[in-house]
């Protein structure tokens, strides 16, 4: 610990004097935060380079998970609590006069993403690492990442927040490993030397993407993965070719223009169609990741038979659909792969996960705009679906409308490509991310496409890194636990199932009350800091923090506290416990409604927390900028978690899963994970109510839904909705929120609010009187945490890795206790070539070896090479577990040795078994050898 | 008459498991390269240790987990000098015996069995006694400038 403490302690007065050029007594929070960043970043550059060594000596297949968002937010205190480090450096700092946590807030969040599906990248690269897997998140180095949110007058503002500023000094910028990205252009149409069609993609622009690798580690910090960012610059090249025209404000043009692509995330709610950046950016991400898959596929392999072997490439989502295509064309035109088998290998290397069924999020393309970017690959995405559909004719020759719904091109007025379907066509996985939305898809959105390939669709269920969402983000709690239970649940969450025994255990129940309060407290400076509102945390917190958007039902939690108001102030009914509702979120700049949502909440906030009859008993407050650190702060501080989407929209949700983990109780809908959290936490530990998805589609359907007649028949309703239409909630700015009431009964009410309304006031009814009951609430509380293991993305990630990668773990040789011998086996002209990946072939390794092999020679492998060119020392069990197989070949069949060191080689002299086998210096020699033989 | 310096030791510990065995295996090695061995040489020391353990844990033990096995290596002026001890069975018999091995056809190769013999090949004195409750195996190996 002390040598861990000095090294700590020197690492930071050398960046301090060297990287920033001060003095410790001279230098502020912010260099101190700096100084503690590099000293940090040299601990992970240290083991990201033995990670990736361990990697190549194992020729480990790798996964590479492409996502045009990865919302990290913070790193440093996570980087810390997975190094082992936390303790040690708060110590160091604490010598110094200095406290941890105050020198962490000067990180800025890395806010590469716009909500669930960004961060659940950024969870699935935290757990990739803990498990040892080689897996590698490929993203856009975005200059400006989401907006900052200001809230000015109750509307949202959006601000630029340029996180590069700092987060540019943490990265590795690989200006060697650039790649030069063809776009726009013309087709040349020609033939090849055998008169076969041999287009040209000629003319076109050049783009460079320069990637910037942020190390990942995992906890025990053994494995350091990398997120890959791509930075877009212009080619020197091509500037001085139009600097030579002379045209010196085109050649900047064109710098400014290719800069651009990766200047600015969109959000992801609302990309207009046809914005050609945006696609541009998509086409980016894609060709800058296959282009460095392929170099590195390449550096260790000659052909490309068995790529699907070694790389797995995962479409988070469709943006990075265009993969399928541009994989097709890399092989296809150059390296001169023929077609049938690039399909094979594309199709076999990528799978597609959906994260949304909302039509509106159904991404696609007008042809003409991709073809003007991307001339070629529209050439590939018409022949892909020419094929595809002759698959459909011949499968369904009587359904010719089959061939309308499943087209990757979507005819009429303006042919469009349709993302998802080509993601479907061109991978050998397709995932939904929560039970239920995995049989909707199959169900509903792709049923033509689920009949024809059943077995590529599977549910993945989504899970969160309880190391950021606990470890980090809740040390008393997690103290508690560790203490209670061990720290077992760090690596494996299924372990906090020990709690269950201590969820009425009076001195555990008040430890985790404790926390509560403080946690809330907390908040509690948090709220009074950005929006001078003060609040109690003696009240029910009852929270809500996600994107703002219709169907995530923002407006039915304000319904409720409408109701809740004027029960108080025109009926005088106290509610059944005081609250502090709680809200946060940034609304797309482009999405009215949304951000009409915002000004709704500030505005009821604004007049119930200044009504006095309303004093310590009901609160209302939006706290503004809602992202990654800020929700670490909110959710441990949380009573109760608001998941009350419509049911059947929200394809899974991950937030209810963070609150379950920090002990907050869900009030929700039948829709998401929601539905699997109910199995596993049990229906008394979590409120449901409302709606069901079939109950919703089936009213869609028949058009049975008549919102006015809930207006009519439920005075209750019809208060809330009249207090809407009313200028209570806008005395200044008169009908502002009139466009709620046409919105809620003329035009139809789209997400069920008036339907689910008075089940949502039930279910609340009863949250609110079994909060008056600590011991029965906390013991609530208890259990969600003690059962929400399963919703851990080491799970997911697990299953991922089993089911669609193939992807298996590489640990260093000293940890791989117990685990499976890393032995590879590849087929060359009919024979088997056998290469143990391991050092030691030894008595730890022997049986398990046996095993692979014997498994091998009795699925009719009779002729076997082993190449032991990866083996430094095999002692006399190794050698018998090589002689036993042999023996098991019969008389037969040959086992041919090759490859053995000088120092191995002594054994099999010393045993004199080097004249029982045949032994070659080459693996060409030995297959010389065994093909001399003649068949098996 | 200065008595001799004490010679250079250091004493490994593992638990009797399979998996632990390696981890006895690359210090060996470490220490004969350290002491000037060849490759070769280093390689085959640690063999002829590995090997000596492994009976430790098969025989004396009988593959059961949770006991302890030690390797006390003693660096002197013209050889180094393993003692692998153990509590368990004792091994006198089997490191008496001879066996010599039949290559004739290829159903009756041995599949095990080198151990002692890949021992006593490589080192230059194999003695086995046990003391006590505690067998003791040593191994000499001469020096390289001393051989």
């Known amino acids: 610990m002390n040598k861990v403490k000095s090294s700590l302690q020197k690492s930071l007065h050398h960046h301090l004097t060297y990287s920033l050029g001060k003095k410790w007594e001279e230098s502020d929070e912010r260099d101190l935060f700096y100084a503690l960043a590099l000293s940090v970043r040299d601990r992970l550059v240290k083991r990201l380079l033995s990670t990736e060594e361990r990697y190549c000596h194992g020729d480990s297949k790798r996964l590479y998970f492409l996502s045009i968002e990865f919302l990290l937010g913070r790193s440093l205190a996570n980087n810390l609590h997975n190094l082992g480090i936390y303790d040690v450096c708060r110590e160091v700092l604490e010598e110094k006069g200095l406290e941890l946590d105050q020198l962490l807030e000067q990180e800025n969040d890395a806010a590469l993403g716009n909500g669930g599906l960004g961060r659940l990248a950024a969870c699935f690269l935290d757990s990739l690492a803990t498990l040892a897997l080689p897996g590698f998140g490929y993203g856009i180095h975005y200059e400006y990442g989401l907006f900052r949110q200001e809230i000015d007058n109750g509307y949202q503002r959006e601000r630029p927040e340029n996180w590069l500023a700092e987060a540019g000094l943490l990265g590795i910028e690989r200006r060697d490993e650039a790649c030069i990205v063809p776009i726009y252009g013309r087709i040349e149409h020609g033939l090849d030397l055998e008169g076969n069609y041999n287009p040209m993609w000629m003319d076109w622009h050049m783009v460079i993407g320069v990637p910037h690798d942020i190390p990942i580690v995992g906890y025990g910090g053994t494995t350091v993965n990398y997120l890959r960012l791509f930075e877009a610059r212009p080619s020197t090249e091509f500037d001085i070719q139009i600097f030579n025209e002379g045209d010196y404000f085109r050649a900047v043009e064109q710098k400014i223009y290719s800069e651009s692509i990766s200047k600015i995330l969109y959000p992801s709610d609302l990309v207009e169609p046809g914005r050609e950046l945006r696609l ?52 296809v035109d150059e390296y001169s792969v023929p077609w049938e088998e690039a399909w094979t290998i594309t199709q076999q290397s990528l799978a597609y996960t959906n994260h949304s069924i909302l039509p509106e999020a159904m991404e696609k393309w007008p042809v003409s705009l991709l073809e003007r970017l991307l001339p070629r690959h529209v050439q590939i995405i018409y022949e892909i679906n020419r094929r595809f559909l002759e698959k459909v004719a011949s499968t369904w020759p009587q359904k010719l409308e089959c061939q309308d719904h499943m087209s990757i091109i979507e005819t009429g007025s303006v042919p469009q490509v349709r993302m998802a379907h080509l993601a479907i066509v061109g991978s050998h996985s397709v995932n939904g991310v929560s039970a239920i939305h995995t049989e909707l898809l199959q ?35 997690a103290g508690l636990i560790s203490r209670t239970i061990g720290d077992h649940w760090i690596t494996d969450a299924l372990r906090l199932r020990d709690l269950e025994k201590f969820a009425d255990n009076p001195a555990f129940q008040e430890e985790f009350c404790a926390i509560k309060r403080v946690n809330k407290e907390r908040l509690q400076r948090i709220i ?11 009240t029910l917190f009852d929270v809500q923090t996600k994107r703002i958007h219709e169907y995530k039902r923002q407006l039915l939690k304000v319904m409720h506290i409408i109701h809740e108001y004027l029960c108080l102030v025109e009926d005088g009914c106290l509610p059944p416990v005081p609250r502090t509702y709680i809200f946060a979120g940034k609304a797309a700049p482009g999405y009215w409604v949304a951000k009409q949502m915002i000004k709704l909440i500030n505005n009821v906030a604004q007049i119930i927390n200044n009504d006095l009859r309303t004093q310590d008993l009901l609160k209302v407050v939006f706290i503004p900028d809602y992202k990654v650190s800020l929700a670490e702060k909110i959710i441990p501080a949380a009573d109760l978690s608001e998941q009350i989407s419509t049911a059947g929209q929200e394809a899974s949700g991950t937030s209810n899963m963070k609150f379950a983990l920090n002990g907050a109780l869900t009030m929700g809908t039948l829709d998401g994970s929601n539905i699997e959290m109910l199995t596993e936490i049990g229906p008394e530990n979590i409120y449901i109510f409302g709606l069901k998805a079939a109950e919703i589609a089936a009213l869609r359907h028949s058009g049975g839904y008549r919102p006015w007649d809930y207006y009519e028949h439920h005075p209750q309703i019809r208060r809330v909705v009249d207090a809407l239409n009313s200028n209570l909630f806008c005395p200044a700015e008169h009908s502002c929120f009139q466009w709620l009431f046409s919105n809620l009964l003329d035009q139809g009410d789209k997400y069920f609010h008036l339907a689910d309304f008075l089940p949502y006031l039930e279910a609340q009814e009863r949250a609110g009187k079994e909060f008056q009951t600590p011991a029965i609430w906390t013991r ?25 990668w193939g992807l298996k773990p590489c640990l260093p040789e000293a940890l791989r206790e117990g685990m499976d011998m890393q032995i590879e086996g590849k087929q060359v002209d009919g024979l088997l070539v056998v290469t143990p990946l391991e050092k030691r072939l030894d008595a730890s390794a022997a049986a398990d070896f046996k095993g692979k092999m014997v498994d091998w020679i009795n699925a009719g492998h009779q002729r076997i090479i082993l190449d032991l060119s990866r083996v430094d020392f095999v002692d006399s069990s190794g050698l018998g577990a090589i002689v036993s197989c042999l023996k098991t070949l019969g008389g037969n069949g040959d086992l041919i040795i090759c490859c053995v060191r000088e120092t191995v080689m002594s054994l099999f002299q010393l045993t004199r078994m080097n004249r029982v086998f045949q032994m070659f210096n080459s693996e060409a020699e030995a297959i010389q050898a065994a093909k001399a033989k003649g068949p098996a | 008459m200065t008595p001799p310096p004490e010679p250079k030791s250091i004493i490994l510990s593992i638990e009797s498991r399979w998996e632990n065995i390696s981890l006895v295996g690359v210090a060996v090695q470490a220490v ?30 009988g593959e059961q987990s949770g006991q302890e096995a030690k390797v006390a290596i003693k660096i002197f002026p013209d050889r180094i000098s393993f003692q692998i001890l153990d509590t368990g069975k004792t091994m006198e018999s089997m490191y008496q015996e001879k066996k010599e091995f039949s290559l004739t056809t290829r159903a009756n190769l041995p599949e095990g069995g080198w151990g002692l013999c890949i021992i006593r090949t490589i080192m230059d004195k194999v003695t086995y006694e046990t003391v006590g409750d505690t067998n003791v195996l040593t191994l000499d190996k001469y020096l390289p400038q001393a051989g």
Request: aromatic share 12%.
């Open chain 2, 32 to 61: 004969c390269a350290y002491v000037g061995f060849s490759e070769l040489d280093s390689f085959q020391v640690q063999l002829a240790v590995v090997e000596s353990i492994n009976n430790v844990v098969k025989h004396a033990y």
């Open chain 1, 528 to 538: 009074y800091e950005t929006t001078r509102v003060e609040t109690n945390p003696d």
């Open chain 1, 443 to 477: 169900k509903n959105v792709f049923p033509d496409f689920a009949a024809l390939w059943p077995e590529k669709f599977n549910n993945k269920s989504n899970g969160i890194t309880q190391r950021r969402w606990l470890l980090t983000a809740n040390p008393p709690l």
């Open chain 1, 280 to 331: 541009l950016q998509e086409y980016f991400l894609v060709a800058c990741a296959l282009r460095d898959i392929l170099r590195h596929f390449l550096q260790n392999h000659q052909n490309f038979r068995d790529f699907s072997d070694k790389v797995a490439v995962q479409l988070n989502d469709t943006h990075p659909a265009l993969a399928v295509a541009e994989l097709m064309r890399i092989l």
């Open chain 1, 780 to 804: 609530k509380a208890i259990l969600n945490v003690a059962r929400v293991g399963k919703f851990s993305s080491d799970r997911t990630i697990d299953e991922y890795a089993r089911d669609i």
